[in-house]
């Protein structure tokens, strides 16, 4: 059932209260907005974007200074009805609410309509695992961040290779694979072991093709909202809905779909909707309806998310969902797929996320303050503006002239400073971030406690930084030039048990003018209770 016929047996449903009822007035919703489409006039070819060349282009000529309305142009999908402007449309196409909301309003009562019963959707069991690995190795670039992504949200990995068949590698898509790792994970499909690739990007798509029996292909095509292809055991306990991200994060939840003789060997099990339901997020409601409709008419490119195909006496899964770990839902999705396929879980052992930092430990809001103007970068950067060492802002306070306002990083977690409409210059300046971390127990005194977990800060600045821990200076770089995030390193840091301050300063040059951070700790245990705040909430 998609959107449009929900929302259908809803309308009818409700109506036909309304009217039981005795109501004295009788609707649901705007019926010119929400229960027609808005039309393509003057663009014929659907399957692409509109142009400033496409529409209806009156004929009449504008003249200034003369009263009333005189449109020059209507452009595709910005109405509902066409009286006459494309000869080639109807006056309407009405969505199934249309439909739904005339039966629910004959005369005399509701009319028999197929929309006056909503279905009963029967409830899928989980069902028994379709295999048990007895042992899952993790084969990256040897840094281990997809281990300790996955570790953290609970899948249990081995070194040691044993019951060979009864073995699952997980691939880091992100990589290109060596000559040895191609060779090893071939003779693990010889012999019954499984493969997943997870989050396949295009730099690492050659060198897997060496492993695969049909090379895959990738396509550009971004997506937050998947529907399951196929009743696979994999999907037991999940429906379409749990596949749908849109408003709970801002990245897409694919950012390629998969193509080529892999896909069409394989059964595609997950692919992107064919409707953009990222457009609904648009907060100017005369574009999103009529983008999201435009959206599923457009010509896209492939967008199967996960294939998997028979390789060997094993099966080797692609996916490209690069974002699955970065909520809770996504990560229960992910739970639920391990355990329908057997893979041994233990506790999750990761930090909920929260609208300051996300579960990965990248910032994704702070205070900023700024722009505090400077004759030149190295003045930006030596000037003290704010009280640096002491001062603990709070939103919407007045420092030094300039208001301190809650800002939300990009999609790739950077704050870009030219975004948030700093008043003041953006070049030969100084800007802030000021944010809170609370920690569950000390690590300023390793001398009592020897084997207490690490704490460490990594970030990337454009230009100049310094970083304040608790108003105690632990970083600062004079430089000029890009940013490079991993290039700032803040080891073992000293946080105190409770609520601990950072403040984030970056000085400008010209050009660029940005900065991200991200905590990391091998301690999963220890990371999965930090907590992140804009204020300090003991001192509200």
Same mark, same amino acid.
């Given at each position: 059932?998609?959107?449009? =016929? ?13 009217? %039981? ?56 999908? $910005? ?51 379709? $295999? ?15 281990? *300790? ?7 249990? +990995? ?55 029996? @049909? ?6 095509? !971004? ?11 994999? +999907?037991?306990?999940?429906? @379409? ?22 896909? *069409? ?30 959206? %599923?008419?457009?010509? !896209?490119? $492939?967008?199967?998310?996960?294939? =998997? ?39 999750? *052992?990761?930090? *909920? ?41 709070? %939103? ?18 950077? +704050? ?48 100049? @930084? ?22 700032? =390193? ?25 900065? !991200? ?9 220890? +990371?999965?209770?930090?907590?992140? $705040? ?7």
């Amino acid at each position: 059932m998609g959107r449009q =016929e929900g929302l259908a047996y809803e309308a009818y449903e409700l109506i036909k209260l309304q009217r %039981e009822y005795g109501a004295t007035y009788v609707s649901v919703f705007n019926i010119g907005w929400y229960a027609v489409q808005s039309l393509p006039l003057g663009q014929p070819d659907i399957t692409r974007a509109p142009t400033a060349d496409d529409g209806i282009f009156m004929t009449a000529p504008y003249q200034e200074g003369q009263f009333g309305v005189q449109p020059e142009r209507i452009g595709p999908y $910005s109405v509902q009805f066409n009286p006459g402007f494309d000869p080639s449309l109807p006056l309407y196409k009405s969505w199934p609410m249309f439909d739904a909301i005339t039966a629910a309003n004959a005369p005399g009562g509701p009319a028999p309509s197929k929309w006056d019963t909503m279905p009963v959707l029967a409830e899928k069991e989980q069902a028994a695992p379709s $295999s048990v690995y007895k042992k899952v190795l993790c084969v990256d670039d040897g840094s281990g961040q997809l281990q *300790e992504r996955l570790s953290a949200r609970g899948v249990v +990995f081995d070194d040691a290779v044993e019951n060979i068949d009864q073995t699952l590698a997980i691939v880091d898509g992100r990589n290109a694979l060596s000559e040895e790792k191609v060779t090893a994970l071939r003779a693990l499909l010889e012999k019954g072991g499984d493969v997943w690739v997870w989050n396949l990007t295009p730099k690492a798509v050659p060198a897997l093709n060496k492993l695969l029996d @049909h090379p895959v292909e990738l396509t550009d095509r !971004k997506s937050s909202s998947l529907l399951i292809q196929e009743d696979d055991p994999l +999907f037991s306990g999940l429906g @379409h809905a749990d596949f749908y991200f849109c408003e709970i994060q801002r990245k897409a939840a694919m950012e390629h779909g998969l193509t080529g003789p892999f896909v *069409e060997n394989g059964r595609t099990l997950l692919a992107a909707s064919g409707t953009d339901w990222r457009r609904w997020i648009d907060p100017i409601v005369p574009i999103k309806t009529p983008s999201i409709h435009r959206s %599923e008419f457009e010509a !896209k490119a $492939s967008g199967a998310a996960m294939v =998997e195909a028979k390789q060997g006496k094993g099966t080797i899964l692609i996916s490209t969902l690069s974002t699955l770990l970065n909520t809770g839902a996504g990560v229960e999705v992910l739970r639920t797929f391990c355990e329908n396929r057997g893979v041994p879980l233990g506790k999750l *052992e990761i930090a *909920e996320a929260n609208d300051v930092m996300d579960m990965d430990g990248n910032l994704i809001q702070a205070l900023i303050g700024g722009s505090y103007a400077a004759n030149a970068p190295d003045e930006a950067f030596n000037t003290d503006y704010i009280g640096e060492t002491s001062v603990k802002p709070l %939103e919407n306070e007045t420092i030094s002239g300039k208001i301190w306002k809650a800002g939300k990083s990009g999609e790739d977690e950077v +704050f870009v400073f030219g975004r948030y409409g700093l008043v003041g210059p953006l070049e030969n300046a100084a800007a802030y971030l000021s944010f809170w971390l609370w920690s569950p127990r000390h690590l300023d005194d390793l001398l009592s406690e020897p084997d207490m977990p690490k704490l460490d800060l990594l970030a990337g600045a454009d230009d100049a @930084h310094k970083i304040w821990l608790n108003g105690t200076l632990i970083d600062e770089a004079y430089r000029l030039g890009g940013m490079d995030m991993g290039s700032i =390193e803040c080891k073992s840091l000293p946080v105190r048990q409770g609520w601990n301050h950072f403040l984030i300063k970056v000085a400008q040059g010209t050009g660029g003018w940005q900065v !991200k951070a991200q905590f990391r700790s091998t301690d999963h245990k220890y +990371f999965s209770q930090l907590t992140a $705040s804009l204020v300090n909430p003991d001192q509200q």
